[in-house]
Antibody
Framework: EVQLVESGGGLVQPGGSLKLSCAASGFTFSGSAMHWVRQASGKGLEWVGRIRSKANSYATAYAASVKGRFTISRDDSKNTAYLQMNSLKTEDTAVYYC???????WGQGTLVTVSS | DIQMTQSPSSLSASVGDRVTITCQASQDISNYLNWYQQKPGKAPKLLIYDASNLETGVPSRFSGSGSGTDFTFTISSLQPEDIATYYCQQYDNPALTFGGGTKVEIK
């Protein structure tokens, strides 16, 4: 089955860390750039960042709002992308989605809540 | 960064009406534009890619047009199942920038 499945969300205190995973199946993950997008409750979609494929040197890019705090990585042997989130702020509370570069496939999302 | 201005932010129309949403990019993005439908609690669903191409399996009442900076999304005959929020998105490397969304309701 062609799908993306996110995991790793949960409740974390401000200043804490969390690592999200995005497991892919049913398509050639290793050749695909992968993006992370988030959505706060009742708000619009916000791009978080992306990682390109090995052929493009695993190049990463980030939104200004998370640069220096979030890191995207991937393990092509496991068909999985990751989002490491450090120094979390309350405003990082959102549902986090992973998606393919062209937007044709999205995961179901995982909720991250940053609160004391 | 490229900004996407989407309008209107909400609209109410009757079943069978023609619905149009516009999206304007802050700079030329060629045809690097997608349109998505999102229902509450669900992930976005791709409807239109490359500004005017209908994604496989999407009903033909959905269409898109435009290039450069000005884009239009149309539902030719609104159906009850089309109640959702619609987003435009540009994919000029490296970022994906989304419009603010249009919430479509039935009058």
């Amino acid at each position: 089955e062609v799908q993306l499945v996110e995991s790793g969300g949960g409740l974390v205190q401000p200043g804490g860390s969390l690592k999200l995973s995005c497991a892919a199946s049913g398509f050639t993950f290793s050749g695909s750039a992968m993006h992370w997008v988030r959505q706060a409750s009742g708000k619009g979609l916000e791009w978080v960042g992306r990682i390109r494929s090995k052929a493009n040197s695993y190049a990463t890019a980030y939104a200004a709002s998370v640069k220096g705090r979030f890191t995207i990585s991937r393990d092509d042997s496991k068909n999985t992308a990751y989002l490491q989130m450090n120094s979390l702020k309350t405003e990082d509370t959102a549902v986090y989605y992973c998606t393919t570069s062209s937007g044709w496939l999205w995961g179901q999302g995982t909720l991250v809540t940053v609160s004391s | 960064d490229i900004q996407m201005t989407q309008s209107p932010s909400s609209l109410s129309a009757s079943v069978g009406d023609r619905v149009t949403i516009t999206c304007q990019a802050s700079q030329d993005i060629s045809n690097y534009l997608n349109w998505y439908q999102q229902k509450p609690g669900k992930a976005p669903k791709l409807l239109i890619y490359d500004a005017s191409n209908l994604e496989t399996g999407v009903p033909s009442r959905f269409s898109g047009s435009g290039s450069g900076t000005d884009f239009t999304f149309t539902i030719s005959s609104l159906q009850p199942e089309d109640i959702a929020t619609y987003y435009c998105q540009q994919y000029d490397n490296p970022a994906l920038t989304f419009g603010g969304g249009t919430k479509v309701e039935i009058k």
